[in-house]
């Protein structure tokens, strides 16, 4: 998969460690742990790229056009954003926590 790069492992984990990856690569494709929903015009998809696998069906050209706008946002600075602004409403998110990334 392009999205996996070489895997410098010693010779004796090397097996193990691509059986692993094929056990999860069948898991993340099950259906049971897919969400699939067609976007409409005008709608706004969130989602936290650390914290979720994303993709696309394929896509037909022919069928029309196509316009999608990616905007990214700093995890630091959202969250500080959402803390300070919790604070001045004195809600409870004011001392969240954030939690690591996809590691740690």
Not at 26 to 51: A, T, W
Not at 53 to 76: E, I, W
């Amino acid at each position: 998969d392009r999205t996996l790069p070489p895997q410098d492992l010693p010779a004796a984990t090397i097996e193990p460690v691509y059986k692993a990856i094929r056990k999860l690569w069948k898991i993340i494709n099950s259906e049971d742990m897919q969400h699939c929903y067609r976007l409409n015009p005008g709608d706004l998809h969130v989602f936290d790229n650390h914290r979720v696998l994303h993709g696309r069906q394929a896509f037909d050209p022919q069928a029309g056009a196509r316009h999608l706008q990616q905007c990214s946002v700093n995890r630091d600075e959202f969250h500080n954003s959402l803390r300070i602004l919790a604070a001045r409403l004195e809600h409870p998110a004011a001392g969240l926590v954030m939690a690591g990334g996809a590691v740690g």
